[in-house]
């Protein structure tokens, strides 16, 4: 096995343009990971993908410096009761599979969020195999599905609702 030096961090704005083309390859190579498509995405501004970054808890993978994954984490408003944390947009590129990156960026994110919200959520194209399987492993259970709620690919599909609640933040 060979080890590889991985580094996980939050984005900055001068991370914009590789986490444009990371995200705008995944849209292209795994539609199905993704409830936008390429057409609509490569078409928005530099500056959209820089506010993103910029609102965000956006994290990515990077091997020798090179942006190869990615994951975002919204903590949503004080409204949600139990307070509630989203994952969204988690891709690692074709090229680094299989070395552990995605299990970090969810580490990551999973860390980020503990102290902060009671569960963390996310949802995945029942279609997206690979994906729900990874997110049960990783200990996300199905809580419910959304018929017909994602489009991808020009049609819709049914959404799998996963969810992990977090330890109890009372010490």
């Known amino acids: 096995m060979v080890l590889v030096a991985k580094t996980i961090r939050q984005l900055t704005s001068a991370d914009t343009k590789a986490y444009r083309d990371l995200r705008l390859e995944g849209l292209r190579l795994s539609a199905d990971a993704f409830c936008s498509t390429w057409d609509e995405e490569s078409a928005r501004p530099v500056s959209f993908f820089t506010d993103w970054i910029a609102q965000r808890t956006m994290l990515g993978g990077f091997v020798e410096q090179q942006l190869c994954g990615i994951a975002c ?51 995945v194209l029942a279609s997206n195999t690979d994906a729900l399987r990874f997110y049960e492993q990783y200990g996300f259970e199905n809580c419910g599905i959304a018929p017909s709620e994602a489009k991808t690919c020009g049609q819709f599909g049914d959404e799998i609702l996963m969810s992990m609640p977090m330890p109890s933040n009372v010490s």
């Not at 994110?109 to 949802?123: E, G, Y």
């Open 73 to 123: 984490l919204r903590i949503l408003g004080p409204e949600t009761i139990p307070r509630e944390g989203m994952i969204n947009a988690v891709y690692v590129s074709e090229a680094f599979r299989g070395i552990g990156m995605a299990r970090d960026l969810m580490d990551a994110a999973v860390t980020h969020a503990r102290h902060q919200v009671d569960v963390v959520t996310l949802n």
